[in-house]
């Protein structure tokens, strides 16, 4: 038993160091000084996929015509995944210039399997006109110099990734996907800058059109969503340029999930996407956060089963933990606009253990999930055709 406790001391400890070297390149990366503009700006593709967001798809893309990169250097493509909400008929009423509007039902033959985000942007992507392709959600707002920040670095880069902010509102569900993210995008972010691991997000991400078609060579069309992560992961293996853009200017909005239930199925997604990751790094990384979070609830066991020891190595485990995580939090969350207090991070911390343990061993026994009113498992294919 004395082994199992040192072993969870261990864990705990790389805990500490890695949240703190995340702190410190956190803090590097946000203190850096803005490039100069390039002397030409690029001219830029941007590939929207959506599927019954309402009112929101219109918001996203006002949020775009209406930043400071000059119309004339941009267009659009928004691809409809069989939307039945009349979205992209109020979209066509607006008649916006520097947009188009593809429809998924044209190339893919069934609309009852759910690879379909994939398929939309693999399709828009192949209808861009421009060599720098830049991918946002349909419910995501996009700050006014968004695409000016990005153009800064496409002359050094091959794939850049960026911030994602939720818009928070009361509430512990809220605070809980506030939490998650804001350690997902500093983790993200630390990986890269030190070549140890990398992930990406489709609601910021910017990469070569050339790129993108040699990733298809080699993309596997067997997994439900996840081009993201894969191409980023795939440019890394090829020794491309990639970057995180910590800028505060190029940080896309969107919403947090409105219920438990579709919280659990986004996060079932994103989790199915790992068994067919190639970076090792990932899920090292992945394998070493679940493990610990084991031990902490096998400790909690173990106190209930035997007390003494072991509730005192677990009151001290969580109390490091979590006096951690309020400063790893408590620090970053300034920068996203949120004001982080101690009493909420002891109940998230906690609630992020069992969090992650359940999701990480439901993912990976059950692949079905609902998503944009779905069900789909995380291995699927396209159908791919014509409707005529």
């Not at 400890?13 to 803090?27: A, D, F, H, I, K």
């Not at 941007?46 to 009112?55: K, P, S, T, W």
């Not at 992507?125 to 968004?146: G, R």
Request: glycine share 6%.
């Amino acid at each position: 038993m004395i082994g199992f406790y040192a072993f969870c001391i261990v864990l705990l400890l790389g805990y500490v160091c890695l949240l703190e070297s995340y702190l410190r390149e956190w803090n590097a990366a946000t203190s850096k000084e803005h490039k100069k503009p390039p002397a030409e700006l690029p001219y830029i593709s941007i590939v929207i996929v959506a599927r019954n967001e309402g009112l929101r798809l219109t918001a996203c893309i006002e949020s775009i015509i209406g930043g400071s990169y000059p119309a004339t250097h941009y267009e659009i493509i928004v691809v409809d995944d069989y939307s039945t909400d009349g979205s992209f008929d109020r979209l066509a009423v607006l008649e916006y210039p520097c947009v188009r509007m593809l429809y998924l039902e044209d190339v893919v033959l069934d609309s009852g399997i759910a690879t379909f985000k994939k398929a939309g942007q693999r399709y828009g992507i192949s209808e861009a006109q421009y060599d720098w392709i830049v991918t946002t959600d349909a419910d995501c707002l996009c700050p006014s110099e968004w695409l000016k920040t990005l153009s800064l670095n496409m002359s050094d880069v091959d794939l850049m990734t960026g911030l994602i902010r939720l818009n928070h509102s009361r509430g512990w569900l809220s605070w809980f996907q506030v939490f998650d993210v804001i350690g997902t995008m500093v983790g993200t972010l630390y990986g890269i800058n030190k070549g140890l691991w990398y992930s990406a997000n489709t609601g910021n991400m910017a990469f070569r059109k050339s790129l993108y078609q040699s990733y298809l060579e080699e993309a596997s069309d067997d997994v439900a969503s996840g081009d993201d992560m894969f191409l980023i992961q795939w440019a890394a293996s090829k020794m491309k340029n990639i970057l995180f853009v910590a800028d505060r200017s190029a940080m896309v909005n969107t919403d947090v999930e409105g219920s438990w239930k579709s919280l659990w199925h986004q996060r079932i997604r994103w989790a199915g996407k790992s068994r067919k990751y190639q970076d090792k790094g990932l899920l090292l990384l992945g394998i070493m956060m679940v493990v610990f979070d084991m031990t902490i609830i096998a400790l909690g066991i173990l106190a209930l089963v035997i007390g003494a020891w072991a509730l005192w190595v677990l009151i001290f485990v969580l109390a490091v933990r979590i006096m951690v995580d309020y400063r790893f939090l408590s620090q970053v969350s300034l920068y996203f606009g949120y004001k982080y207090s101690f009493w909420r991070g002891c109940v998230l911390s906690i609630m992020h253990i069992a969090y992650v343990v359940v999701v990480a061993i439901w993912s990976q026994m059950f692949s079905h999930y609902i998503w944009k009113g779905r069900t789909t498992r995380s291995i699927e294919t396209v159908v791919w055709g014509s409707a005529a």
